[in-house]
């Protein structure tokens, strides 16, 4: 048995405005997410932690565990998404 453990918990939540130029800010400086909240369903345009850029097609309602810098207006049709730290 493994004692690895998995920090799941968040301990802050900024609401997304998917932006093509504009980075998600958090306020203690921190510069990606430990995940992303999905209130409704559709496609995410991500700019991730390592400056990839990545199309997550039909994304469901739920937490999901992706380490981004930006969502990108261009390609997203989900919404009601909150970046979680």
């Known amino acids: ?4 453990k998995v920090d799941v918990s968040y301990e802050h939540g900024v609401a997304i405005t998917p ?4 980075a998600i800010s958090h306020p203690s400086g921190q510069t990606y997410t430990k995940a992303v ?3 409704t369903t559709g496609n995410i345009t991500a700019i991730m932690a390592d ?5 997550f097609s039909n994304v469901p309602v ?9 969502i990108l207006s261009t390609g997203t049709t989900a919404s009601n998404l909150v970046a979680l730290y």
Not at 1 to 4: A, E, H, I, R, V
Not at 62 to 70: C, E, K, Q
Request: charged share 10%.
């Open 19 to 22: 932006s093509d130029t504009v």
């Open 51 to 55: 400056s990839s850029s990545v199309l």
């Open 37 to 39: 909240y999905v209130g």
């Open 1 to 4: 048995m493994s004692n690895l």
């Open 62 to 70: 739920g937490f999901h565990t992706i380490s981004v810098t930006r």
